[in-house]
């Protein structure tokens, strides 16, 4: 089942930060990441992704750096310490939504 862009649109930047959290990652890889842990529910493009990375490095709340490896030179990015409290004020916020939504329809009966 693919999941509609309207919700993807509102999570993309918990999820890009809290992979960041992780670890330094180039954009390919955090794609990668994100299809290998959702099974492939989750796809980023990547022109969805460069403009999200874009706008949190101009938040500041991601610095990119240039790194080779292996001969090949990538662009890598990296979460700042505001943006580690972005991610906080994210994951509050999203706690909030997601157990918000389940009283909601976890109330109802389907059919």
Known sequence: MKISK???KGSTVILILTLLNRKDMYGYEMTKEMEAHTDGVF????????????????D????????????????????????????????EEWTLFRS??????GAGEVG
């Open 6 to 8: 309207e919700l993807m």
């Open 43 to 58: 796809t980023l493009k990547e022109g969805t992704l460069y403009p999200i990375l874009h706008t949190l490095e101009s």
């Open 60 to 91: 500041k709340f991601v610095e990119s750096y240039w790194n080779e490896k292996d001969g090949r030179k990538r662009k890598y990015y990296r979460i700042t310490k505001s943006g580690k409290a972005e991610l906080g004020i994210k994951m």
């Open 100 to 105: 918000t939504v389940d009283r909601i329809i």
